[in-house]
Every structure is written in structure tokens, then in C-alpha cells.
């Protein structure tokens, strides 16, 4: 066995203890996958590519990749389609865009009452999310699988208490209320180490151009407490894991 299909195994290990535990995968699910064209998402394909070969348990998977005309960024989509092809999972194209400011004329007096423009963050994660729920329905998927690794939840938890005095994260599963649908994130078990070095093994192709926003964020400060914290306490990441366990925030209903 290569050490690559090694690492395999262990990353597939977390991947199978996390639909287990939390309850992420049933017969006849049909699951749609955000594939942003990151290591993270290219690996999520992946992992449930090969699970749906197994048939334990029993479940189709297609993939969306949504291009956003207002951010310059980009992915090589003939890759991506390559990557679904080789694992026989069928990829949709969707483009869509934003506005970053209310669309004001150059005399028209600005109104007092006016709300601030919402943050290109936002309005670009809102966007996506409705593309992605638009499209779930469409095919008539109950699930949307998103590539959350376990950095992701924890450095999400330390943000909402830092910025917005609560504690809690991206669950690993999310019940919609509205909608017969559920968000989950099968990879919350797998640290992103173990992604970063299972994509160079692999040679995923990297992000012909990264968002611009993405490194001036308040999840990038939560990223170096997080790490801090790491440094200071080997155990923290299993502390912080445990407590958001203990506080049930890891399966929700929305």
C-alpha cells in the first residue's frame, strides 16, 4: 500500500465515523455536492464517489460548480469536469452574479434611512446558497453536501464568540425547516492537515484565481487564535470539539 493510499484510509476512516455518528448518510439519498473547485470540496466529490460505488449505504451524487461573475475569481471548469467525469459523478454549470452597492444615479440624493451595501462576503455566500438550493430542488435531492473540514467548524465557533457573543458553529447536519432539504458536512471529523497533504499526493489542480477577500476576513483572525491556541495546548482542538458535542451544535434544525 502507497502512502497514499494510506492517508486515504484515514481520511475515509473520519469520513465514515462522521456520517455514522451524526447521522449524515441513508438509503436512497440523493446528494448534491458544492464543488467550489478547492482541495476541500474536490476531496469531498471524491470520498462520496467511492462510497456511492460501495452501495453501503445505498445513494446517487451529482455535483454543482457555480461560477460568480462579481468576484475575480475562477476555476478551470474543464478540469472540474474532467475530476466528475473520471469519478462518474455529473457535474452542473451555473453562473450567477451580485450587486455590491445599491444602483444610485450620480444626482440622486442618497436616503437617510438607507441601509448600509451588505459585505461582498455575504452577498457572495447568499448568492450560492440560493443557486444551491434552487438546483437541489431541481433534481429532486434531499441532501446538499458541503466540503466543512473540522478547522472550518472550529474556527467558526471561535468567531461567533468572539464577534457575536454566542457559542456555536456550522453544524454537521442541518435540517431545513422551510424545505425538505439537509445540509451536511461529511468531512467535520478530518483535519485540514490531512487534506493538504492528500491533495498534493493526488495533484488536485489549484484555483486558477483566489478570491480577493479571502485573506482579510474575521475568519482568518479566528484561523490564527485557533493556532495560537493550538500552540499554547496540544489538546485544544479536541476540547473545543468535545464542548460544542456536549452542547448539541453539531446536528440542528433551521
Same mark, same amino acid.
Given at each position: 500500500? *502507497?502512502?497514499?493510499?494510506?492517508?486515504f484510509k484515514?481520511?475515509e476512516?473520519l469520513?465514515?465515523?462522521?456520517w455514522t455518528t451524526?447521522?449524515l448518510l441513508?438509503d436512497?439519498?440523493?446528494? #448534491?455536492i458544492?464543488l467550489?473547485?478547492g482541495?476541500?470540496?474536490l476531496?469531498?466529490?471524491?470520498l462520496?464517489?467511492?462510497?456511492?460505488r460501495?452501495?453501503h449505504?445505498?445513494?446517487k451524487v451529482e455535483? /454543482?460548480?457555480?461560477?460568480?461573475?462579481?468576484?475575480?475569481y475562477?476555476?478551470?471548469?474543464c478540469?472540474? $469536469?474532467h475530476?466528475?467525469?473520471t469519478?462518474?459523478?455529473? #457535474?452542473h454549470?451555473?453562473? *450567477?452574479?451580485?450587486?455590491?452597492?445599491?444602483s444610485?444615479?450620480? *444626482?440622486?440624493?442618497p436616503?437617510?434611512?438607507?441601509h448600509?451595501?451588505?459585505?461582498?462576503?455575504?452577498l457572495?455566500?447568499? $448568492?450560492?446558497r440560493k443557486?444551491?438550493?434552487?438546483?437541489a430542488?431541481? #433534481?429532486g435531492?434531499?441532501?446538499i453536501a458541503?466540503?466543512?473540514?473540522?478547522d472550518?467548524l472550529l474556527?467558526t465557533?471561535i468567531?461567533?464568540l468572539l464577534? $457575536?457573543g454566542r457559542?456555536?458553529?456550522m453544524?454537521a447536519r442541518?435540517?431545513?425547516?422551510?424545505?425538505p432539504?439537509?445540509?451536511?458536512?461529511p468531512?467535520?471529523?478530518i483535519p485540514?492537515?490531512l /487534506?493538504i497533504q492528500?491533495?498534493?499526493?493526488?495533484?488536485y489542480e489549484?484555483q486558477?484565481k483566489?478570491?480577493?477577500?479571502?485573506?482579510?476576513t474575521?475568519?482568518? *483572525?479566528a484561523r490564527?487564535?485557533?493556532?495560537e491556541?493550538e500552540?499554547?495546548n496540544p489538546?485544544?482542538r479536541?476540547?473545543?470539539w468535545?464542548?460544542?458535542e456536549?452542547?448539541?451544535?453539531? /446536528?440542528e434544525d433551521?
Amino acid at each position: 500500500m *502507497t502512502e497514499k493510499d494510506k492517508l486515504f484510509k484515514k481520511i475515509e476512516r473520519l469520513f465514515v465515523r462522521a456520517w455514522t455518528t451524526y447521522g449524515l448518510l441513508t438509503d436512497n439519498d440523493n446528494i #448534491l455536492i458544492g464543488l467550489s473547485g478547492g482541495k476541500d470540496s474536490l476531496l469531498l466529490t471524491e470520498l462520496l464517489a467511492r462510497r456511492a460505488r460501495i452501495q453501503h449505504p445505498q445513494f446517487k451524487v451529482e455535483a /454543482i460548480h457555480i461560477r460568480m461573475e462579481s468576484i475575480h475569481y475562477e476555476t478551470d471548469t474543464c478540469y472540474l $469536469q474532467h475530476f466528475c467525469d473520471t469519478l462518474g459523478v455529473r #457535474l452542473h454549470l451555473v453562473t *450567477t452574479s451580485f450587486q455590491t452597492s445599491p444602483s444610485n444615479s450620480d *444626482t440622486e440624493e442618497p436616503s437617510p434611512t438607507a441601509h448600509a451595501p451588505k459585505p461582498p462576503c455575504f452577498l457572495c455566500s447568499w $448568492q450560492r446558497r440560493k443557486q444551491l438550493f434552487n438546483m437541489a430542488q431541481q #433534481l429532486g435531492c434531499n441532501k446538499i453536501a458541503l466540503g466543512h473540514h473540522q478547522d472550518d467548524l472550529l474556527h467558526t465557533a471561535i468567531m461567533n464568540l468572539l464577534y $457575536q457573543g454566542r457559542f456555536g458553529t456550522m453544524p454537521a447536519r442541518l435540517k431545513m425547516k422551510k424545505m425538505p432539504l439537509q445540509i451536511i458536512r461529511p468531512m467535520c471529523l478530518i483535519p485540514e492537515k490531512l /487534506i493538504i497533504q492528500y491533495a498534493e499526493m493526488s495533484h488536485y489542480e489549484k484555483q486558477t484565481k483566489q478570491c480577493p477577500y479571502e485573506h482579510d476576513t474575521n475568519r482568518t *483572525t479566528a484561523r490564527h487564535f485557533f493556532e495560537e491556541a493550538e500552540r499554547q495546548n496540544p489538546e485544544a482542538r479536541f476540547s473545543l470539539w468535545n464542548a460544542l458535542e456536549r452542547e448539541d451544535k453539531l /446536528i440542528e434544525d433551521y
